[in-house]
């Protein structure tokens, strides 16, 4: 495993970012949702690459992050509560049977969007 790896994943995780911004002003909320714990996802999947571990092939993302601190990663229970809140927009913004929070709404991609920009910081910060 090449060593710089974690930061095509880094990378990847502020395109993501980006995209959940660009949607955010075009109205597209359900989708900010999904691309931002899809960034969360990313930068969690980066830090395990980082400590030359290959992720498990889930979307969990308090999972993940439980890997990660097992791996050196220190969260807060801040992060660890977006972290809880994004884990289900995976799911919840791709598929219709699994509507049970309402994400087609300005605030919870707002909500999202912050979150996700926070685990992105605190875990890109975390490795300096």
Known sequence: ????????????????????????????YS????LSQQAAELVLKGYLYLKETIPE?????V???????RQGLDLSEEVI????????????????DMLDIDLDNEK??????ESAKKIVEKIKTSIL
């Open 1 to 28: 495993m090449q060593s710089d790896e974690y930061q095509l994943w880094f990378n990847k995780a502020d395109d993501n970012l980006k995209w959940a911004s660009d949607n955010l002003i075009n109205g597209n």
């Open 31 to 34: 989708l900010v949702c999904f």
């Open 108 to 113: 919870a991609a707002k909500e999202a969007l």
């Open 57 to 61: 092939k889930t979307h969990n993302l």
């Open 81 to 96: 509560k977006y972290l809880n809140i994004l884990s289900d927009y995976y799911f919840e913004s791709r598929y219709p």
């Open 63 to 69: 999972n993940l992050s439980e890997i990660c601190m």
